[in-house]
């Protein structure tokens, strides 16, 4: 079931639009699908506003945000599915609030000089490449993605931005599994959700 964050009405709307898929990619998982979501404008659209609502006016002059499409890969029995989902919410909330925005890929994706960080994922593993040079010293930031697990990959992204010098504000993420504590991964760092899986 997944539980509402707060009384906001857009987030009921938002929850019921998000289907959960048992024993996706693997048994056990209970796959949280977005896509559903994406079929509804108004939905989408107050996804967005309630980030950009929070954000907006906080002095924030980077988006990072996961960015990667390319075909499905199974490999030494980690299944990753399509790489589609990082760069759908990151480039509206950072047009939107006037912040440029830069993409965390997977590997070898970005064809300039890169730093990197390996992180594990609820079921795999994997590895985020940053620019060198998209971020400068003393920006203020904020990581976006769509899902927080086991916090690995967020983790894995701020720690990139960090090690470049910029201020990670917060996090923000708009579904949470509770159950992995991601949270703790965070090192303290403050984690924005709109709703909670449970
Ligand atoms: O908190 P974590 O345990 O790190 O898991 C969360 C991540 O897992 C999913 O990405 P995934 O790498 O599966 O790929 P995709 O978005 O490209 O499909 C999701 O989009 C998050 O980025
Ligand atoms: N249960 C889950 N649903 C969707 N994306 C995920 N990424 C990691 N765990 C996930």
Do not use: W
């Not at 996706?24 to 979501?37: A, E, V």
């Not at 912040?99 to 390996?118: H, T």
């Not at 990581?143 to 960090?162: K, R």
């Not at 910029?166 to 090192?187: F, K, M, S, T, Y």
Request: aromatic share 8%; net charge neutral; charged share 30%.
């Amino acid at each position: 079931m997944l539980v509402l964050k707060d009384e906001d009405p857009r987030i009921h709307g938002i929850k019921t639009k998000i289907r959960v898929v048992p024993n996706f990619p693997k048994p056990g998982i209970m796959f949280q699908d977005i896509t559903t979501l994406l079929l509804d404008p108004k939905a989408f659209k107050d996804t967005i506003d309630l980030f950009v609502e929070r954000y907006k006016g906080k002095n924030i002059s980077v988006v990072a945000d996961r960015f990667s499409f390319c075909p499905s890969k199974i490999d030494k029995g980690t299944f990753k599915g399509i790489e589609a989902r990082g760069f759908i919410f990151g480039p509206p909330i950072a047009l939107a609030i006037g912040a440029k925005f830069v993409p965390l890929r997977k590997p070898k994706k970005l064809p300039g000089d890169v730093i990197f960080e390996e992180y594990t994922l609820e079921y795999g593993k994997d590895r985020l490449e940053m620019h060198v040079g998209a971020v400068e010293l003393g920006e203020r930031a904020l990581v976006v993605d769509d899902l927080i697990a086991t916090g690995g990959t967020l983790c894995a992204a701020m720690n990139l931005l960090e090690r470049v010098g910029a201020e990670v504000v917060e996090c923000a993420c708009l579904i949470e599994l509770p159950d992995l504590q991601g949270r703790e991964r965070l090192n303290g760092k403050p984690l924005y959700v709109l709703v909670e899986y449970q």
